[in-house]
């Protein structure tokens, strides 16, 4: 009985601890389109100047419950852009805008724009569809 309990205890503890952890080495992949709009006054959405692909733009990744990026990629010439070779799990994806709040005491030009997912196939092609960054006109 007691042998039993042993390897039943050592079984369930080798399967909680080869649990994967959100980020690289999976199949699944996230992608997007970083779009920019250029305002008069950035925190009036009227004041829009114009519209375009968000060229060759810094895009981030946090895996799970990381505090830090744990990846980073660059827009191509349309705004696009793709995390690839990903595990299940939740994930967080940013890019900086010029601030649209008018907050005092803020960077006025690095307010992150986040869009939290969470891949639950192995093989899961998210889409995350346009992402909208704000500059001064």
Do not use: H
């Not at 990026?69 to 900086?96: I, S």
């Not at 307010?111 to 704000?134: A, F, H, N, Q, V």
Request: net charge negative.
């Amino acid at each position: 009985m007691r042998t039993v309990f042993f390897t039943l205890a050592t079984v369930c503890l080798a399967l909680t601890a080869c649990e994967k952890q959100p980020g690289e080495g999976g199949k699944a992949s996230i992608k997007g389109k970083i779009m920019t709009e250029e305002r008069t006054v950035l925190s009036n959405p009227a004041s829009a100047q114009a519209q375009y692909p968000a060229a060759d733009e810094d895009v981030y990744i946090v895996f799970g419950d990381n505090i830090s990026p744990d990846d980073r990629v660059l827009t191509n010439y349309d705004g696009e852009f793709e995390f690839r070779f990903l595990r299940e799990g939740k994930y967080t994806v940013y890019v900086y805008s010029g601030d649209t709040t008018g907050q005092a005491g803020v960077d006025i030009n690095r307010m992150p724009i986040l869009r939290e997912i969470e891949i639950t196939d192995r093989k899961e092609e998210l889409d995350l569809g346009s992402i909208w960054r704000y500059e001064d006109f």
